[in-house]
């Protein structure tokens, strides 16, 4: 994946859980990718390497590459305007710091290049550090974006052995968990659950 669409001159980094978990000396199966181009030339570009692909969450710009059994999600460089709840628009970009901004906690906004170049705009390695899970910006607004991220919060304190809490979270996360049921459908609520379990 890496080769060909570096052969096209497209910047594609790894992202998210596969990055958090080499920063926590972990291994990882879920390998995720940041790339330059528009879903549409991500898609091109596998067929034409007859790579198979899933396109379900080509509107927010997910291209799933299908290799073996192994699957690949590749995301567009974007921006997500007019959040609420779990709903978002999408605006592709080609600005790194703004597809970051976007993300849930500094850990996940950090990417890595195929030979091994850290970007951290949110000193997420440090968050890794110091055992805590810490919002990009405002907690108050990052979780009415998206009331799932309250569970996603709980999830990744268990990536510790001795987790740092950060005052004033605990307060603001349940204060809008009622909002979980309401934003939220029971499959994406279990699906997070069995993640964390």
């Not at 790579?51 to 590459?65: P, V």
């Amino acid at each position: 994946i890496i080769e060909l669409f570096e052969k096209e001159k497209h910047d594609i980094r790894f992202v998210g859980g596969c990055v958090r978990d080499a920063l926590l000396g972990k291994k990882s199966s879920d390998i995720d990718f940041v790339i330059s181009c528009d879903p549409n030339t991500t898609a091109k570009l596998l067929i034409e390497n007859k790579i198979e692909i899933l396109e379900y969450g080509k509107k927010y710009g997910t291209i799933t590459a299908v290799i073996g059994k192994n699957f690949f999600e590749i995301t567009s460089l974007r921006e997500d305007k007019n959040q609420s709840g779990r709903y978002t628009q999408v605006q592709f970009t080609d600005d790194w710091q703004k597809d970051a901004l976007r993300r849930d906690f500094t850990f996940n906004a950090i990417n890595i290049n195929p030979i091994g170049k850290i970007e951290d705009y949110f000193n997420g390695q440090n968050d890794i550090k110091l055992q805590q899970v810490k919002f990009i910006g405002s907690i108050e607004e990052r979780i009415q974006e998206d009331y799932l991220r309250i569970l996603r919060y709980f999830r990744f304190l268990g990536l510790f052995e001795n987790p740092n809490l950060i005052d004033g979270y605990e307060e603001v996360l349940y204060k809008n968990l009622p909002q979980i049921r309401k934003h939220v459908s029971n499959n994406q609520m279990r699906h997070e659950l069995l993640k964390m379990l």
